[in-house]
């Protein structure tokens, strides 16, 4: 489980592509006490650890991953949310999380003021049903507040802190980010439907 609060902000350092999947390596600093086989959530994906050295780590992503999600997007020098698994007792910073994307939003306007940013995000229109004003979201691995929903266009608005340790700071309109949705909101829905 993870809660979208990100710990590091790591940096893609070589990316190795072949016919049904990928290998990413991945600085991770601060992540020096790493794991074989932890599970680290990438940009909100999770990936588990294959090899690692030091803060550097190797995972494997498969091919239905990389058409699903936006880590196929992912070149060497991109620089990624990273969040570790949650510990059972740790704080719940943000909220349930999986790492089991549900879509990829695309970035189609970004509001600039001094003392915040206001991001709207086109989302699948099949995931619309789960997203409310005032709910959470997870894009990018972050849990982020909706703001404002329109359809399928969801805003959110970022303080200073989430640009700054974040891949927010630097995403541009037309860059796509990973979307995953409140479980809850989709284990409420399977319930309401079996028993209507």
């Known amino acids: 489980m993870f809660t979208g609060i990100v710990e590091s902000l790591g940096t893609v350092t070589e990316v190795a592509r072949s016919e049904a999947s990928a290998r990413l390596t991945i600085e991770a600093p601060g992540f020096t006490d790493l794991v074989h086989g932890e599970s680290i959530a990438v940009n909100g994906v999770c990936l588990t ?27 060497q020098g991109a620089r990624v949310n990273l969040e570790r698994a949650t510990p059972a ?5 943000g909220h349930i999380m999986q790492g089991h994307v549900d879509g990829v939003a695309t970035l189609v306007a970004r509001d600039s003021q001094p003392e915040w940013t206001d991001l709207t995000f086109e989302i699948p229109e ?23 929903i329109d359809e399928a266009r969801v805003t959110v608005s970022l303080i200073p802190t989430t640009l700054a340790e974040t891949t927010f700071g630097a995403i541009a309109v037309g860059e796509r980010v990973n ?18």
């Open 49 to 75: 650890v294959a090899s690692h050295e030091g803060s550097t780590w190797v995972a494997d992503v498969m091919r239905v991953s990389l058409e699903t999600t936006a880590l196929g997007d992912l070149d």
């Open 89 to 93: 007792g740790g704080r719940l910073g």
């Open 126 to 148: 099949a995931l619309t049903r789960y997203v409310v004003r005032k709910g959470s979201i997870a894009l990018g691995g972050v849990s982020l507040t909706v703001a404002e």
């Open 179 to 196: 979307v995953e949705v409140d479980v809850v909101a989709k284990y409420v829905e399977k319930l309401v439907g079996a028993h209507a």
